[in-house]
């Protein structure tokens, strides 16, 4: 890394453009979609284990009434960063390596539309993730929740929750910037004849989720000024004394906190509608339908964030209307439901781990939709509010729902992206234990929430009668490590095979399968023409007049692509095939963003690190500037 | 199977006898509004839970590939607008049906109780409760006492370290009708426990309603039955949110009446041997938050100070340090020993009082009946 910043300290113009696209180097320099993708999957599969380990101690506490493994000091630090870490730092960051490696291939183009920005916003991820963690070493980790309630948040005497407003600024930063760069990509970058309506959900979903980014984004970010504001410059905009409020940190916070369930939630969806057609062999029912309620529920993701609050005071008039708006958000998502059965209908379904997982996806976020539905209803959720009811239906939504749909995705797209297969074995032993251990866990809470747990308490009292169910829960949690240590064995042991993977080994239906496993630099010698949704699969097969569906004489994949695209030139990067000039690696965004995190600790260690901090982001956008994209 | 699992859990919880904080045990008629919405709803999604997971099944064994079975492609459908139509409409009406209820209930619960209602302001301080009676000029903490068969109207207010806390009982300022929103006088010193956002939640008299520091919120809790009913602050407070809970006793009528004639009555001021050691104790560094009517100080002045709970009638109570902790002598002396061992984050200062102190203070406080 050392090496890494030397540059920062010269002017940009004297640093040697880094060349390599191996190596480990190149790692730090790349600006190529797929080699991004891979570091966000990394990085995110890496917290993943951290806050799952979190996870494991909670659970360790809660196995048995008045545990004192952990003091409450140590365990409120503990849910607020599994908190933080899961929805920040794995799933944001695990959907946007699935974005970042697959969007550009299956629109059929040859990069992002800003490659060095795509670097940058990896890099700021990274330093955001990092910086909140090492909180841990500099006088304790973020202690308020993930939700970080004013003014308990800002009164608190710890300087974690400064962390936890300064790190979620940077990636916030990190989530900005990647939302326009994608959704320019996808508007912009689709290979000739891919209209809209010919787009794989999972683009379309894609799309969903950098405009909901892009759009609840700068609510937060406003108050995680404010709150960092108040905790360091003695503003006063949640303190009630002088005139401030706490109910205005809730608005912020669920403004962008419910949009931010959808966008936690919509990959996972367009992973499972894009992984049910190829293990059923038919096309995704619906399509319209699934698009149009994906759409549907970006939108009325923004007019139902006081459900988080009906048990604030807002009044029988808000909690009215919101218990509406959040009882219609529950249709589209029915829909999506029905589709995706209406997919599995008359198919020739073959379980395969990515259908195993996209299955339990449907089956386990019918579970967490129907709980949900009983939290729009007022009166009813002031008693689920808050307890652990609440706890079992999100983690039904964002286990159950965007982790099994993420694993099917990583089992799915494996193959094209390191160009070896996973073990069947392992992936089938990794989903029943994680079904099992899943149901296991948050299955109880359900019953717990109800019968008088809140959440967040670090002890409860054996005379509450709620130690049986914490018992399973507890046991269930070390069941789905197992099942994630199963992945991890599996994932390492797919590189001791040797690589040789075929452009398409499930069968496939979109682009990224037509071009080579893992793919060219350039992803596809040519620029591919589309001429209809599925496109891949309509070089493969085609319909009888009997409506029969029959191979397409000339096979294969690959090869097709070529003969019908003498259009290559056309194409938005489109270069004959030989001189494909791609964009050149570089040092700059690593070193823009390598700035915020020392900004951060200048604001909370002392003014001078901020100058620094400031100097070397400076440097790195200044070299950035003028340095030609590819040379 | 699994997934039934769910649900069978669901259904042997309705019917487990040992939790004894439960929200589908309501005790009252308010906590019931909340259960009757929730049992029907629990209901339709659990058939909606059978056929969605059952087609789900159905599907999957229906139509797998089985092993020896000659390759088939299936026909290619690409939807069904029909269907498309069923499946919008049907959930819409299901939750049309649902949307009323909850909406004429969600009303219905805010509205404040007519009739013969008890009132009572409810202080949430970092981390117990303060229970105050306007109308009977009582104070008292982390137990509330109410009569059966009556509405009990709560006005929950989020205060820290001399927010307000009223003490008419002693000739302090009658109780605000609005929560008052910061210390009479100035700030409050920095360090002592702050106005956070709490939640009051007692599931078997009714469902939550949070304390927020800039609004006056209310509840209507209602016990059919005498019996005591434990609750919890449910909205994450700080450090030792776990164990801020208190409990409701609810009296019949006849006893709830004696009970508030015993909280009025003074403390006596005579008290002799190391309780006396004690009050004098008691009067140099207690005083600075706990209250105790009829004591005086040396010069003659009411203790009226406030912050800490008001310990007029402590041995009254059953339990203390929000209610995790028996009222009693050995509890009492670890606690004035050193309360932060007991409690994280405490805001009672340690006073680094000698055994003998501990001891002659507890002496004084075992008297205050």
């Known amino acids: 890394m050392a090496s890494v910043s030397v540059p920062a300290e010269r002017p940009g113009g004297l640093l040697r453009r880094p060349h390599a696209t191996t190596g480990f180097w190149s790692w730090f320099t790349t600006v190529d979609h797929k080699k991004i993708g891979i570091l966000y999957g990394i990085t995110a599969f890496g917290f993943f284990l951290i806050g799952g380990s979190e996870a494991l101690l909670i659970r360790v506490q809660l196995a048995r009434p008045d545990q004192t493994f952990l003091e409450p000091a140590v365990y409120n630090e503990l849910f607020t960063m599994h908190g933080i870490t899961m929805v ?103 290979a000739p004849g891919m209209t809209l309506f010919r787009m794989p959900v999972f683009v379309w979903m894609g799309l969903v989720v950098q405009l909901l980014l892009a759009f609840s984004l700068p609510v937060i970010t406003i108050g995680l000024v404010e709150l960092l504001f108040d905790r360091l410059f003695g503003t006063h905009f949640f303190d009630v004394a002088a005139g401030g409020s706490p109910v205005l940190w809730q608005h912020l916070f669920w403004l962008f906190g419910h949009p931010e369930v959808y966008i936690l939630v919509l990959p996972a969806m367009g992973i499972v509608s894009e992984i049910l057609p190829v293990f059923a062999r038919k096309p995704l029912f619906g399509y319209q339908f699934v698009v149009f309620s ?154 717990l929430g109800l019968q008088g747990m809140p959440r967040r308490i670090q002890s409860y009292p054996a005379s509450l009668g709620l130690s049986f169910w914490n018992m399973v829960s507890s046991i269930g949690a070390f069941v789905i490590a197992i099942s994630v240590l199963v992945f991890l064995v599996n994932a390492i042991a797919s590189f001791r095979k040797p690589k040789g993977m075929e452009a398409d080994p499930w069968d496939a239906r979109t682009l990224e399968w037509a071009t080579s496993s893992p793919p060219p630099d350039h992803n596809f010698e040519e620029i591919p023409v589309v001429h209809s949704l599925d496109d891949l699969w309509h070089r493969k097969y085609a319909e009888t007049e009997g409506g029969r569906v029959v191979p397409v004489a000339a096979g294969g994949s690959g090869e097709d692509a070529a003969i019908d695209e003498h259009a290559g030139e056309h194409g938005a990067h489109g270069g004959g095939g030989h001189a494909i000039h791609m964009p050149s690696p570089s040092y700059f965004p690593l070193i823009a963003a390598a700035g915020f995190p020392v900004i951060g600790y200048g604001l909370i260690f002392g003014v001078p690190a901020v100058a620094v901090g400031l100097v070397i982001s400076l440097a790195g956008f200044f070299g950035w500037a003028l340095e030609p994209s590819a040379e | 199977m699994v997934l039934g699992l769910v649900a069978l859990a669901l259904v042997a919880a309705a019917c487990a006898p040992n939790a004894t904080q439960s929200a589908l045990e309501p005790k009252g008629p308010y906590a019931q509004k909340s259960f009757d919405l929730f049992v029907p709803v629990f209901w339709v999604a659990v058939a909606i839970f059978v056929i969605v997971e059952g087609l789900l099944v159905l599907f999957v064994f229906r139509y797998r590939h089985r092993r020896n079975q000659t390759p088939r492609i299936p026909a290619q459908v690409h939807g069904n607008t029909r269907l498309e139509i069923a499946w919008t409409i049907l959930p819409t009406l299901i939750l049309a049906g649902v949307a009323v209820p909850t909406i004429a209930t969600i009303w219905d619960l805010a509205a404040k109780p007519t009739g013969d209602v008890l009132e009572v302001n409810v202080l949430g301080h970092q981390w117990w409760w303060e229970f105050d009676y306007p109308g009977q000029q009582i104070l008292t903490a982390n137990e509330l006492h109410i009569p059966t068969g009556r509405p009990v109207y709560l006005t929950l207010c989020a205060v820290g370290f001399g927010y307000g806390t009223p003490v008419p009982s002693q000739g302090g300022p009658p109780a605000p009708n609005e929560c008052q929103t910061g210390p009479p006088d100035g700030q409050p010193p920095a360090g002592i426990g702050a106005a956070v956002i709490h939640s009051f939640w007692v599931p078997e008299l009714a469902g939550t309603q ?85 004591l005086e100080t040396a010069n003659g002045q009411p203790v009226l100070a406030n912050g800490g709970p008001n310990l007029t009638h402590l041995m009254s109570r059953e339990c203390f340090r929000g209610c995790t902790l028996e009222v009693n002598e050995e509890n009492l002396r670890r606690w004035v020993a050193d309360p932060r061992s007991i409690e994280a984050g405490s805001f009672m200062p340690d006073y680094a009082l000698s055994a003998d102190e501990v001891d002659q203070v507890v002496a004084f406080l075992m008297t205050l009946e």
């Open chain 1, 88 to 190: 920040f730092l794995v799933v944001m960051p695990l959907s946007a390596a699935f974005f970042n490696y697959l969007l550009p291939l299956m629109i059929g183009a040859r990069d992002v539309v800003f490659p060095r920005l795509n670097a940058f916003s990896y890099w700021a991820f990274l330093f955001a993730g990092l910086f909140i963690y090492s909180s841990w070493f500099l006088g304790g980790a973020p202690n308020g929740g993930w939700f970080g309630y004013a003014p308990n948040s800002v009164t608190d005497p710890t300087r974690g929750m400064t962390f936890y407003a300064i790190g979620l600024l940077i990636a916030g930063i990190a989530s900005t910037v990647s939302a326009i760069n994608l959704a320019v990509t996808i508007l912009n970058l689709r």
């Open chain 2, 210 to 294: 949070d304390v927020v520091p800039d609004l006056t919120n209310h509840l209507t809790i209602q016990a059919d039955e005498p019996g005591v009913y434990t609750g919890q602050c449910k909205e994450f407070c700080g450090l030792s949110h776990a164990y801020m809970k208190f409990r409701v006793v609810a009296h019949t009528p006849e006893d709830f009446d004696r009970w508030v004639a015993e909280q009025k009555a003074p403390a006596s001021p005579d008290v002799s041997g190391p309780a006396e050691a004690g009050k004098q104790i008691f009067l140099q560094t207690c005083i600075a938050c706990h209250a105790v009517a009829g």
């Open chain 1, 294 to 447: 994906g759409i549907a529920i970006g939108f009325i993701g923004f007019g139902v964030w006081a459900h988080h609050m009906f048990a604030v005071g807002l009044g029988p008039v808000a909690n009215t209307a919101f218990a509406v708006s959040t009882m219609i958000i529950a249709i589209p998502t029915g829909v999506k439901i029905f589709n995706w059965l209406g997919t599995l209908w008359n198919g020739d379904l073959r379980f395969a781990t990515p259908m195993l997982f996209s299955i339990g996806f449907i089956a386990m976020f019918v579970i967490g939709g129907l709980s949900g539905v009983t939290h729009a209803v007022v009166p009813s959720d002031y008693q689920q509010t808050d307890t652990y009811y609440i706890v079992a239906h999100f983690h039904y939504v964002l286990f159950g729902g965007a982790i099994f749909g993420l694993f099917a995705g990583i089992y799915y797209w494996w193959p094209k992206v390191f160009g070896r297969m996973l073990s069947e074995t392992g992936g089938k032993l990794n989903f029943w234990l994680m079904l099992i251990g899943f149901n296991l866990t948050f299955g109880p809470m359900h019953v």
